[in-house]
Structure formats: structure tokens, C-alpha cells
């Protein structure tokens, strides 16, 4: 059975930064197309980035294009989003998913993490 998991999440300063990882496990990492969403309190969960499962393509919604930097290692099976320039907006519970033809907001997606949660303090 596949699965995600997901670390690095934690309370930091406003003005910080954080690096989240996404490891899986129980499956071929390099197949998977893969994404990070997050769900702020009392908000719908949202869409950041995405990335293609060689790595060479990335995508970025706008709010944090700038910021946040997606990555993966296919050897080490592991998937990060690095967060700099961390705001109070920015604090939400974020999830790593998955999936063997493309990450989407449109259609269920294969796999979703447990989620971590990112606190920004002002």
C-alpha cells in the first residue's frame, strides 16, 4: 500500500522559513506527478504547487509564486516545498498528494498525506 507522509511543519516567526517533506513509501516514487496543497483554518483546502514526476516541470499558483520552492528526489522518494518569506496568512494544516496522471483541483486525486501543520506567528 502506498503512502504519504508528510514532515517539517511547526510554529516559526513571521519573516521565516521552513522546509516540508513528503516521503512515500509502497510505491514507484518516480511514477507519481506530485502536489502540495494546504487548508487554512476554517478555509477550503488549496492547490500550490505542482511537480512532474521527473521534476523538470513546476507550477506555482500565484499567491505563492515567489516564495515557496517545490522539489523532489526521486532516489530518496521524498517530495519538499521550501517556504520562505513565511506570513501569518500562511498558516495551515498542508498536504502532500499524489498521483500517476496529474495534479488537479478538478478531479479526486490517487493519494493525499496526513497533512502538517505550519503555524506563522506575527
Known amino acids: 500500500q502506498v503512502q504519504l507522509v508528510e514532515s517539517g511543519g511547526g510554529l516559526v516567526q513571521a519573516g521565516g522559513s521552513l522546509r516540508l517533506s513528503c516521503t512515500v513509501s509502497g510505491g514507484t516514487f518516480s511514477r507519481y506527478v506530485m502536489g502540495w496543497f494546504r487548508q487554512p483554518p476554517g478555509k477550503e483546502r488549496e492547490l500550490l504547487a505542482t511537480?512532474?514526476?521527473?521534476?523538470?516541470?513546476?507550477y506555482y499558483v500565484d499567491s505563492v509564486k515567489g516564495r515557496v520552492t517545490i522539489s523532489r528526489d526521486n532516489a530518496n522518494n521524498t517530495e519538499y516545498l521550501q517556504m520562505n518569506s513565511l506570513k501569518p496568512e500562511d498558516t495551515a494544516v498542508y498536504y502532500c498528494?499524489?498521483?500517476?496522471?496529474?495534479?488537479?483541483?478538478?478531479?479526486?486525486?490517487?493519494?493525499w498525506g496526513q497533512g502538517t501543520l505550519v503555524t506563522v506567528s506575527s
Open positions: 511537480i512532474t514526476s521527473s521534476g523538470g516541470v513546476t
Open positions: 498528494a499524489a498521483d500517476r496522471y496529474a495534479i488537479s483541483t478538478q478531479r479526486p486525486l490517487e493519494l
